[in-house]
């Protein structure tokens, strides 16, 4: 068996039968979870930036290649409800990298993490002779009185939420690959090369002492979501006609002659956050988040009994793939 057959997720699941945690919460959700200082739970996170996998270097910027390794982390904190704190960077590198391009990365890094109250506290440096990969670990911390906002928290009658437009970055990358960086599309694009965490809605929600299941969407809101039905052995109904469709989605695919559902359902690295709430907090949250932060939330469906995802169209259930962004898989 190849990594191929088993993919990035049931790789995952063999790792954590070969690491079972003794942590309050290992391997399976946004962070992990440990204990901190007084008071307060640690968080801790890795991602990566892999040239030719997350990046191209004649298609992005370094600057944003060091904002993109910094958000994708900050993401995950804000899955957690919580505060980043401190960071390592981790880069291998060929030695023939032009110092410019480094430091652009860095000057990335340094501007993200200076808008969120992020110390860059340490690392390493190695050589390879193949592509770029540039590793970031974020920590961060949440108080311990405060419920965590874990993947299998969701029950059958919670409502299902997302925040923003997803599926706007997507339409950005296609803009991007084609170098169609047309005014009229610029937030478009700008959704993929600088998309924002939502740390502020992340601590909202983990304020309002609630059972909430939380992710980001960085992988796709279908793929996604299936992380935490399978972690709340539940399942969903999404509805067709709430699907958030941005006007600037809805314009790319109609002159692209597209499905903007495809997009929002599939797209990734929106790095919004997809969420399940108890229906008692659910019109509360509606009014509240938009209010507050001048963001979006949208009610997209219900968690059901069972298992897997449909899809309601008028009065038809429609059954949908969980598939998005999957590392060591060629489908998407």
């Keep these: 068996m190849e990594l191929r057959d088993l993919g990035e997720f049931g790789l ?4 954590r039968n070969v690491f079972p945690s003794t942590a309050p919460l290992g391997i399976g959700d946004d962070c992990a979870v440990l204990p901190g200082r007084e008071g307060f739970w640690l968080l801790a996170t890795v991602d990566s930036q892999v040239e030719g996998v997350h990046f191209r270097v004649t298609l992005i910027p370094p600057f944003f290649v060091g904002r993109r390794l910094l958000v994708a982390n900050l993401s995950d904190i804000a899955a957690m409800g919580g505060i ?22 860095l000057q990335g890094v340094r501007e993200e993490a200076s808008r969120h109250g992020v110390e860059v506290v340490g690392g ?10 540039l590793d970031l670990v974020l920590l961060g ?22 925040t923003g437009y997803p599926g706007e970055a997507k339409a950005g990358l296609i803009l991007a690959e084609r170098k169609m960086l047309k ?30 299941a939380l992710i980001d969407v ?51 690295e929106d790095f919004e956050l997809l969420f399940t709430v108890p229906p ?25 009994q069972g298992t897997g995802v449909y899809l309601r169209r008028e009065d038809a259930l429609i059954p949908l793939v969980l598939r998005g962004f999957n590392h060591f898989s060629r489908k998407e």
Excluded: K, M
């Design 124 to 133: 390493n440096l190695a050589r390879t002779d193949g592509p770029a990969v």
């Design 84 to 105: 980043p704190r401190h960071a390592l960077l981790s880069f291998a590198l060929r030695e023939d990298t032009p110092f410019a391009w480094l430091n652009e990365v």
């Design 183 to 212: 005014e009229q599309y610029r937030g478009l694009w700008q959704r993929f090369f600088a998309a924002s965490p939502r740390l502020d809605v992340g601590r909202f929600l983990g304020a309002l002492g609630e059972r909430i």
């Design 218 to 268: 960085s992988d796709g809101v279908l793929q996604d979501l299936g992380h935490i039905l399978e972690e709340s052995h539940v399942g969903a109904i999404l509805y067709e006609d709430a699907l958030p469709i941005s006007p600037l989605l809805a314009q790319f695919c109609e002159e692209e002659g597209c499905d903007p559902r495809e997009f929002v359902l599939r797209g990734g």
């Design 141 to 162: 911390e949440v108080e311990r009185d405060r419920p965590l906002l874990l993947r299998g928290n969701a029950r059958p009658g919670d409502w299902i939420f997302v």
């Design 280 to 304: 008692h907090r659910g019109e509360e949250i509606q009014e509240e988040i938009p209010q507050r932060f001048g963001l979006p939330v949208h009610r997209v469906g219900e968690i059901v």
């Design 12 to 15: 995952i699941a063999r790792i």
